[in-house]
């Protein structure tokens, strides 16, 4: 797909992923007089990052989500609509994201199916529950997202709150007790980074050094940071940000022998840096480091490894030349849970979308799927992720 373009783009034809899951071919049946009424298209929106460092996370979920719209597309669309998903990039940028979101709002969008970084969606939530709109988020997580008050929001990707959950309780059972915890300035890592910090003295162990400390999202430099790991006697490090500084910062820990086979510390980093690209980046650096990240997210876990997700896997490398990335699979079920709400109402008018999500129950390629009353997806469990030649595995034993 050509990526380059700024613009909107509008996508209405192309795969054929036949009986690729049972959810998807239930979805929309619909009566040969109404599909000769060529009723106008369902439109979504889809703000994703196209440009930047996270451009090929937001390509992988986009591409899942083209990959549902077509199925569903191939069975009749929804309640005889056509899915057209209208991308615009936002560049993981609060100001880009708002630009973005005004944009397909006054495209006339009736649903909004996007978000990849936390910070560029808090801005414009209340734009869009201002337009009435449902926005079903595949992988942005923070806890803030659902803290708003908004009745339009609803994460596929569990909230971000498991994650410091799960990594105080590797921290307690590795008996850690000192732990130097590090955020990247965005809103995701600061919720994350203080949610992990409460998580931690809860367990028993300290958050060292004075609290959270901070790193700018630009910033490639980590001796400063690495010098006071050093004297603080930590011997638990947790990151928050995303995955192209965490390969930088795995790689410097390494170099200064504070993590790696003769390390002292061990280095664990929350879902935002769950990505093929910080194993290759951080190349054996990245081997014995470990990640926090939601079990059905993870790819490693027992969820994943349905029938329908493989068949989901075969059929995304088929199409697209390339593996899908972490959050692929959350962004095939955020079309069709948006799809089967749509259903279940019998409409695709936004407000009554609006009220069958927040009723619905379904199983997807990430598992079971509903939402509590403020968006926030129900039963969700963690992993712990441990890099072993340079490739994730479940570490062993599950803290």
């Not at 990151?239 to 390969?247: D, I």
């Amino acid at each position: 797909m050509n990526r380059k373009s700024f613009g909107l783009r509008v996508i209405a034809s192309g795969l054929l992923v036949a009986g690729m899951l049972t959810v998807a071919a239930s979805v929309s049946t619909v009566t040969a007089a109404g599909a000769a009424k060529k009723l106008p298209p369902y439109l979504i929106g889809v703000p994703m990052p196209m440009t930047g460092a996270e451009a090929q996370a937001g390509t992988q979920i986009y591409n899942a989500e083209l990959m549902a719209a077509q199925q569903i597309n191939k069975h009749g669309g929804v309640l005889g609509h056509p899915i057209k998903l209208l991308e615009q990039d936002d560049a993981c940028d609060a100001g880009t994201a708002v630009n973005a979101v005004n944009l397909l709002v006054s495209k006339g969008v009736k649903a909004f199916v996007g978000g990849y970084c936390s910070g560029s969606v808090l801005p414009t939530e209340p734009i869009i529950s201002r337009a009435g709109l449902p926005y079903v988020m595949p992988a942005a997580n923070s806890p803030e997202l659902t803290t708003g008050g908004y009745k339009d929001m609803f994460l596929i990707d569990p909230s971000g709150s498991g994650d410091g959950a799960e990594a105080a309780a590797f921290f307690k059972q590795q008996g850690i007790t000192k732990i130097y915890i590090i955020d990247d300035q965005s809103s995701f890592g600061v919720a994350i980074a203080d949610a992990a910090a409460k998580d931690v003295a809860a367990a028993g162990g300290t958050v060292v050094d004075g609290g959270v400390q901070s790193i700018p999202a630009t910033s490639n430099d980590f001796s400063a940071v690495i010098s006071q790991i050093k004297s603080s006697g930590a011997t638990g490090i947790y990151w928050s940000g995303y995955f192209s500084q965490a390969a930088q910062f795995a790689t410097q820990l390494n170099a200064a022998g504070v993590i790696g086979p003769n390390g002292t510390a061990k280095f664990v980093v929350a879902d935002g840096s769950v990505d093929a690209t910080y194993l290759s980046a951080a190349g054996a650096a990245a081997n014995g480091t470990y990640a926090t990240i939601a079990a059905l997210a993870s790819g490693v876990g027992n969820v994943l490894g349905s029938h329908a997700d493989k068949v989901f896997n075969l059929a995304y490398r088929k199409e697209f030349k390339s593996a899908p990335g972490p959050y692929s699979a959350f962004g095939y079920d955020a079309i069709t849970a948006l799809v089967l709400a749509a259903k279940h109402v019998h409409s695709i008018v936004p407000k009554r979308v609006n009220a069958g999500l927040r009723t619905l129950h379904f199983v997807g390629l990430t598992g079971k799927i509903s939402f509590d009353k403020t968006g926030n997806r129900l039963g969700a469990t963690m992993d712990l992720l441990e890099v072993v030649n340079g490739k994730y595995t479940l570490a062993k034993p599950q803290p």
